[in-house]
């Protein structure tokens, strides 16, 4: 495997350990671990830490003095990236689907506490706003580096396989035979790297990705979309795997009224974990996957597995959605 350039911007390892009342309130007969990518270490955390770790570092090496990046009005992503930004000393333009709130909460706020430029528009006008604004901050002379939304390409998948790298290592140290890892999924850069990670690390379990946005049905299905993208993966790293539609377990039942909405699947969750561990899940990603996690729980699907919730970060984004989750 060839070792790709990577800026430290996480502290890593991050945390794994087991919820057990929480466990206990599903009546789960197994064990429940969470990994704690929450707690990345840059800005408020999340799963966007380690793909930055590897875009930032191939921006900082092609001179880029500004970043430019899109998501939702609460992306985490968008939040991670500003942050990443500031700390290694370049502007940064986010791109953000929705129109300008009169009071700023959650991570968007915290966008603008980074001092990062932000335009408003239309989720279909993101590539093409992304575009004009590196087109115009070259004509002024900069350098700027566009990172595509949830930065799920392949360079930032990597950040997903060592991630598995990580927790393989762990489970080891700390004799967890974890049957299954469930984890949001939405642009696929994070799972694409994990089950590439698993392929290379002969995880023998299962891996879950709880879809956040988008259907099963459909020209641009997601499971072949993630095998190209963790192939493309591999061969950046020059591993001799190939992935296909079939190595992506996916669960689309979740949707509930769209993106971002907010639903009993979610409101539960939030609740639970809350409530038994004093965690924070978010409204929008990890509440919608902990809340399948529970379902299926209770549909008896997984019976007497060692689950292991991978929290992928978005809490921040709970202040925006207090009146749907009180
Ligand atoms: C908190 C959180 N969890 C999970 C995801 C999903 O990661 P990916 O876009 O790599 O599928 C995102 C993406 O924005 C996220 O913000």
Not at 258 to 286: I, K, Q, W
Request: glycine share 12%; with cysteine.
């Amino acid at each position: 495997m060839k070792y790709l350039r990577k800026i430290t911007l996480a502290q890593l390892p991050t945390a794994l350990h087991e919820i057990p009342a929480f466990a206990r309130r599903l009546g789960h007969q197994g064990k429940i671990y969470i990994k704690r990518d929450d707690l990345s270490g840059l800005a408020a955390g999340g799963n966007k830490t380690r793909k930055l770790e590897y875009l930032m570092a191939d921006a900082l090496q092609q001179g880029a003095d500004a970043v430019i990046t899109a998501g939702g009005l609460q992306s985490n992503h968008c939040l991670q990236t500003a942050t990443a930004a500031r700390k290694l000393g370049m502007d940064c333009y986010l791109v953000l689907s929705g129109e300008k709130p009169e009071h700023f909460n959650g991570n968007l706020f915290l966008d603008l506490l980074t001092g990062a430029n932000i335009e408003y528009v239309t989720r279909a006008e993101r590539e093409q706003s992304m575009e004009k604004i590196a087109a115009d901050l070259r004509f002024r002379g900069k350098k700027p580096y566009v990172i595509p939304v949830g930065g799920s390409n392949p360079l930032g998948a990597v950040g997903y396989v060592m991630a598995m790298s990580e927790i393989l290592r762990q489970f080891e140290l700390m004799r967890i035979a974890c049957n299954r890892i469930v984890i949001a999924a939405s642009s696929g850069g994070t799972l694409a790297g994990l089950v590439l990670g698993a392929a290379m690390g002969g995880y023998t379990g299962k891996i879950t990705g709880i879809s956040i946005d988008r259907q099963a049905r459909g020209a641009d299905a997601f499971p072949p979309q993630l095998a190209r993208l963790a192939n493309q993966c591999a061969q950046l790293l020059e591993v001799d795997l190939r992935l296909k539609a079939e190595d992506f377990e996916l669960e689309y039942g979740y949707l509930g009224a769209g993106y971002g909405v907010v639903g009993d699947n979610e409101r539960r969750a939030v609740r639970m974990l809350a409530e038994s561990e004093g965690l924070f899940v978010g409204p929008v990603y990890t509440g919608r996957a902990l809340g399948a996690l529970i379902d299926c729980i209770e549909k008896g699907k997984w019976q007497n597995e060692t689950i292991c919730f991978w929290h992928t970060g978005d809490m921040t984004a709970l202040f925006d959605y207090s009146a749907d989750l009180l």
